[in-house]
């Protein structure tokens, strides 16, 4: 093993095995992980196993800097009770930590809030943390509510879950919020997406801290991509909800059943005996698209179905679906999906399929 110090930066490089590791020599660093609910386990206990391992591979090469991780709670009972009754006895809650902090991570948000304002304490607690007393402010999945809440990432470009990406916007319009990314980083403000995005976001704090090398260890030790690819938008609908009354609601089946067809506004106005002008005004109204871009989305709505479900080619889905042959479909799913037909039939099919276990499946179903 040899050692590289530079005195000026207090960084330093090991080598050995051919990684290579840089970090600070001198102190723990101090993570926090605010578990908001325990619905989801994987909401704080994954970011803290991507630290906890990091910690297993810097003692492995005998360095110090390494993360003292701490799950505490916003509420005083320093419970937390799991969405399978798991209940869960921190040694703290977060108003009882007064110290800096050099990673501060806020796992989901309590959207049912108790009439006492039980949380009120730990808002009032997390408004008071800035740059000048923790270094790195981070969210997961929901948890960029109770940021924006406590008013830490106005103006700060941010993400969440997919399925909350209007509810964000709407409750906080100042927020520039894009959920195609699993996280991004503004400044000292981290933001994730869904629940599993908290691993990918701890996993680039690594890398920020130590290095790539040992961050790749440790997503390899936990059998996860250091860089996961794709986009979140890869797992929401492209459709929102709409009221059942409403004309996308009348028109879905009819459209499924044509979408090999041309589906011009004349064509689907026809359908519902209004005029074209008529109904493109009214559609907009409900739905906030122009029918083009309902049609098109349902194309691809179904598109996924049969790229995940059957071994249909992707030039046979295509013509399925009216999305004008191999190349448009490609071309389509790029614009909205962030990825190739191709790459989400080898992300998102079947499961046990892709394992070999499908026939045994089917046999024991």
């Given at each position: 093993?040899?050692?590289?110090?530079?005195?000026?930066?207090?960084?330093?490089?090991?080598?050995?095995?051919?990684?290579?590791?840089?970090?600070?020599?001198?102190?723990?660093?101090?993570?926090?992980?605010?578990?908001?609910?325990?619905?989801?386990?994987?909401?704080?206990?994954?970011?803290?196993?991507?630290?906890?391992?990091?910690?297993?591979?810097?003692?492995?090469?005998?360095?110090?800097?390494?993360?003292?991780?701490?799950?505490?709670?916003?509420?005083?009972?320093?419970?937390?009770?799991?969405?399978?009754?798991?209940?869960?006895?921190?040694?703290?809650?977060?108003?009882?930590?007064?110290?800096?902090?050099?990673?501060?991570?806020?796992?989901?948000?309590?959207?049912?809030?108790?009439?006492?304002?039980?949380?009120?304490?730990?808002?009032?607690?997390?408004?008071?943390?800035?740059?000048?007393?923790?270094?790195?402010?981070?969210?997961?999945?929901?948890?960029?509510?109770?940021?924006?809440?406590?008013?830490?990432?106005?103006?700060?470009?941010?993400?969440?879950?997919?399925?909350?990406?209007?509810?964000?916007?709407?409750?906080?319009?100042?927020?520039?919020?894009?959920?195609?990314?699993?996280?991004?980083?503004?400044?000292?403000?981290?933001?994730?997406?869904?629940?599993?995005?908290?691993?990918?976001?701890?996993?680039?704090?690594?890398?920020?801290?130590?290095?790539?090398?040992?961050?790749?260890?440790?997503?390899?030790?936990?059998?996860?991509?250091?860089?996961?690819?794709?986009?979140?938008?890869?797992?929401?609908?492209?459709?929102?909800?709409?009221?059942?009354?409403?004309?996308?609601q009348k028109l879905?089946?009819?459209?499924?059943?044509?979408?090999?067809?041309?589906?011009?506004?004349?064509?689907?106005?026809?359908?519902?005996?209004?005029?074209?002008?008529?109904?493109?005004?009214?559609?907009?109204?409900?739905?906030?698209?122009?029918?083009?871009?309902?049609?098109?989305?349902?194309?691809?709505?179904?598109?996924?179905?049969?790229?995940e479900d059957t071994?249909?080619?992707?030039?046979?889905?295509?013509?399925?679906?009216?999305?004008?042959?191999?190349?448009?479909?490609?071309?389509?799913?790029?614009?909205?999906?962030?990825?190739?037909?191709?790459?989400?039939?080898?992300?998102?099919?079947?499961?046990?399929?892709?394992?070999?276990?499908?026939?045994?499946?089917?046999?024991?179903?």
């Amino acid at each position: 093993m040899s050692f590289e110090t530079t005195k000026s930066t207090g960084k330093f490089v090991v080598m050995k095995d051919e990684v290579f590791i840089s970090g600070n020599m001198n102190q723990k660093k101090k993570v926090v992980i605010v578990a908001m609910t325990g619905r989801m386990l994987i909401d704080f206990a994954g970011p803290s196993d991507v630290f906890t391992t990091t910690n297993i591979f810097l003692k492995e090469y005998g360095l110090n800097g390494e993360y003292d991780v701490q799950i505490v709670t916003p509420t005083v009972d320093k419970m937390v009770t799991s969405g399978a009754g798991m209940k869960i006895l921190c040694d703290v809650s977060a108003m009882d930590i007064k110290s800096s902090i050099d990673t501060l991570i806020i796992c989901n948000y309590e959207f049912q809030e108790s009439p006492s304002d039980l949380f009120q304490p730990f808002y009032t607690w997390l408004a008071k943390r800035t740059e000048k007393n923790t270094r790195r402010i981070a969210s997961v999945c929901a948890g960029t509510f109770a940021l924006a809440k406590a008013g830490l990432i106005n103006n700060r470009k941010v993400t969440t879950h997919w399925n909350l990406n209007e509810k964000l916007k709407h409750n906080y319009p100042q927020l520039n919020v894009d959920t195609n990314f699993f996280f991004t980083k503004d400044g000292y403000i981290y933001t994730s997406g869904g629940v599993s995005s908290g691993v990918d976001m701890a996993l680039a704090m690594v890398e920020e801290d130590f290095g790539k090398e040992l961050a790749l260890k440790v997503a390899r030790e936990l059998v996860v991509y250091l860089y996961r690819p794709g986009y979140q938008s890869q797992f929401g609908s492209l459709l929102p909800s709409y009221n059942n009354s409403g004309l996308s609601q009348k028109l879905g089946n009819w459209v499924l059943e044509h979408l090999h067809e041309t589906l011009d506004v004349r064509r689907i106005a026809d359908h519902l005996n209004i005029s074209p002008r008529n109904f493109t005004r009214v559609f907009h109204k409900q739905t906030g698209m122009p029918p083009a871009k309902f049609v098109e989305k349902v194309r691809v709505e179904q598109a996924r179905k049969f790229l995940e479900d059957t071994d249909n080619s992707l030039e046979n889905i295509a013509e399925l679906c009216g999305l004008g042959g191999l190349s448009s479909m490609r071309r389509t799913f790029l614009r909205l999906l962030m990825t190739t037909p191709s790459d989400y039939r080898r992300t998102f099919r079947t499961s046990l399929k892709d394992a070999g276990l499908g026939k045994l499946h089917l046999l024991n179903g």
